[in-house]
C-alpha cells in the first residue's frame, strides 16, 4: 500500500452506503401489492417463500439432462420435437399454461430464441433468464442483426447456415436442442449434459466438447 | 379472419396500431410470411390483459417470415428467417387481401 496518511483519513470520513434503498417505482408497488395481499390473508408468507425457493431450485442443469437424453436416445428426442410438454414431464417439468416448442439446430440451420415483446422464457427448464437476455439490446438487435449478435458471443454463423430466430410473442415457450459436439458418442449422460449450457439452449453458443 | 390457415399458406400480418396489451410485434405488421405451424387455441390476450381473464378463445400461429423482408437492410444471409406466433384476427392470406 502506497497509501499517504492524508488518503486514509479521506476514506475514514467518506461515507459510503452499503444497501441501495432507492426502490423505485415497481419495486414499490410491488412491496406494496405483497404486503396488501399477505395483510389481506389472499396469500400467506410461506406461499411466497415456496415459490420464491422453486426459481432458485429451478436450474439449466433440467434443460441440459434433457438435451443430453435426446442425443443418446432417438426415440426420446423423436417425442421431444413431437409433444414437448409430454416429454419433459418425466422429468417432473410442468410447464404450466404455456406450451413448450423445442428447435432442433442441425448442420444448415442455427436456433436462436428471444422475446422482444418482454421476457418470456423457458424459465420451467433454464431457470431464471440472464439479464442481458432481458435488455432492450439484446432484445431489439437479435431480431435484426442476429449474426452480428451471435459473433459477440463469440459464435459464428457460416453463410451456408441459416439462421432462425424465434421471437417468442404468445403462449409458446422455446427450447433449443443443440448439436451434439463430434467425438462424443458413447459419454455417458452426465458428461454429456456438462457440455449443455444455459446459452447453447438459447442458442447463442453452440455445444462444444473442447475448452 | 375466421376459417382456419393451413400450414404453407401465405399471410400478411394486419399493419393496425390499435392501443392495449398486443402481442403482435411492431416491426412484423404489414409483412407477409409463411404459416408453418398450427399451434391450438389460446385465452385472447388482448381481452384477458383488460379484464383479467376472458373466455375468448384465438387459434395461434407459428409465422415464418424472411428475414431480408423483414428489414430492409438486413446484412445476413437471404436465407435467415424469422418465426413468430402470431394470433388468426391478425393474419389474412394474401388471396383475399389481394381482393
Redesign the interface.
Known amino acids: 500500500m502506497s497509501h499517504s496518511h492524508t488518503d486514509e483519513h479521506d476514506h475514514a470520513t467518506t461515507f459510503v452506503p452499503d444497501e441501495e434503498l432507492s426502490l423505485g417505482f415497481y419495486g414499490l408497488a410491488e412491496a406494496a401489492v405483497r404486503e396488501l395481499l399477505v395483510e389481506k390473508g389472499v396469500i400467506e408468507p410461506a406461499e411466497l417463500r415456496t415459490a420464491l425457493e422453486w426459481y432458485d431450485r429451478t436450474t439449466p442443469a433440467t434443460g441440459a439432462q434433457i438435451v443430453a437424453r435426446a442425443w443418446q436416445d432417438a426415440t426420446f428426442k423423436a417425442a421431444l420435437l413431437d409433444d414437448p410438454g409430454q416429454a419433459v414431464a418425466q422429468y417432473g417439468v410442468n410447464m404450466g399454461h404455456v406450451?413448450l416448442?423445442v428447435v432442433e439446430n442441425t448442420p444448415t440451420l442455427h436456433n436462436v430464441i428471444v422475446c422482444?415483446?418482454c421476457s418470456c422464457y423457458p424459465r420451467a427448464l433454464l431457470g431464471m433468464p440472464p439479464d442481458w437476455y432481458k435488455s432492450r439490446a439484446y432484445r431489439a438487435r437479435v431480431?435484426?442483426?442476429?449474426?452480428?449478435v451471435l459473433g459477440e458471443f463469440g459464435t459464428e454463423i457460416g453463410?451456408?447456415?441459416?439462421?432462425?430466430?424465434?421471437?417468442?410473442?404468445?403462449?409458446?415457450r422455446y427450447l433449443v436442442l443443440p448439436e451434439q459436439p463430434a467425438g462424443t458418442e458413447g459419454w455417458s449422460t452426465d458428461a454429456l449434459a456438462g457440455l449443455v449450457t444455459r446459452d447453447t439452449m438459447i442458442g447463442v453458443a453452440r455445444a462444444s466438447a473442447g475448452v | 379472419m375466421s376459417r382456419a390457415l393451413q400450414v404453407g399458406e401465405a399471410v400478411t400480418v394486419d399493419a393496425r396500431y390499435p392501443d392495449g396489451h398486443i402481442?403482435?410485434?411492431y416491426?412484423?405488421r404489414g409483412k407477409t410470411g409463411v404459416v408453418c405451424a398450427a399451434?391450438?387455441e389460446?385465452p385472447d390476450?388482448e381481452v384477458a390483459a383488460a379484464n383479467g381473464r376472458t373466455d375468448a378463445m384465438r387459434a395461434?400461429y407459428?409465422v415464418r417470415f424472411l428475414?431480408r423482408d423483414?428489414?430492409a437492410d438486413?446484412?445476413?444471409?437471404d436465407?435467415?428467417?424469422?418465426?413468430?406466433?402470431?394470433?388468426a384476427h391478425w393474419l389474412t392470406p394474401i388471396e383475399e387481401a389481394a381482393q
Open positions: 406450451q416448442y422482444t415483446l431480431v435484426s442483426e442476429p449474426r452480428t453463410a451456408d447456415i441459416e439462421v432462425r430466430v424465434h421471437d417468442s410473442t404468445a403462449d409458446l | 402481442r403482435t410485434p416491426y412484423i399451434m391450438g389460446f390476450p395461434l407459428r428475414q423483414t428489414w438486413y446484412a445476413g444471409s436465407h435467415d428467417t424469422i418465426d413468430i406466433e402470431i394470433y
